[in-house]
């Protein structure tokens, strides 16, 4: 049964704060019996005006993991967040579903040929990357979305 959900995703930036506890609150909202923990709430460890070393980090959140049911993970940036590709393999060797959002637009397209044909000259593709052993470690155990609403929608069959 359900009972708690761990949120992985960058937490650093203003924008992924702010995304962050707009996703969180709409996850709470539809799922309002479910502990999500979310570690940028954690302020004993990821307040950053504070202390915690790397190890109390590690701790702290891996504990919280490793209590979950679920994972669930945002995916979108530059690359995945190296915390949040560390804590997916965490996930996955615990046997732990988990569920990734990853909504960039840079994905659309695929079927126009003037992108396709980009490909095969250097430098010039239109589609954005993600590092795929990471996908293949959700993809085993889980799924990726690419809204938001698919992406909260898709909890309800891990309840």
């Given amino acids: 049964m359900l009972k708690k959900i761990y949120f992985a995703s960058p937490l650093f930036s203003e924008m992924e704060r702010f995304y962050n506890e707009k996703l969180v609150l709409s996850i709470r909202d539809a799922y309002p019996g479910i502990e999500v923990y979310v570690p940028q709430e954690q302020g004993e460890i990821n307040d950053k005006n504070a202390y915690a070393d790397s190890m109390a980090i590690a701790k702290y959140d891996t504990d919280a993991l490793l209590e979950s049911q679920l994972m669930v993970a945002v995916l979108d940036g530059a690359t995945i967040d190296v915390g949040v590709a560390t804590e997916i393999g965490v996930a996955y060797q615990a046997g732990i579903p988990i569920i990734g959002l990853y909504s960039d ?9 003037q992108k396709l044909a980009a490909l095969q000259e250097i430098a010039e593709s239109q589609f954005s990357y993600i590092n795929l052993y990471t996908v293949g470690l959700i993809k085993m155990n889980g799924a990726i979305y690419n809204t938001s609403e698919n992406f909260i929608t898709a909890i309800n069959g891990y309840l």
Avoid: D, I, L, P
């Fill in 105 to 113: 637009s840079r994905q659309q397209g695929a079927e126009n040929k």
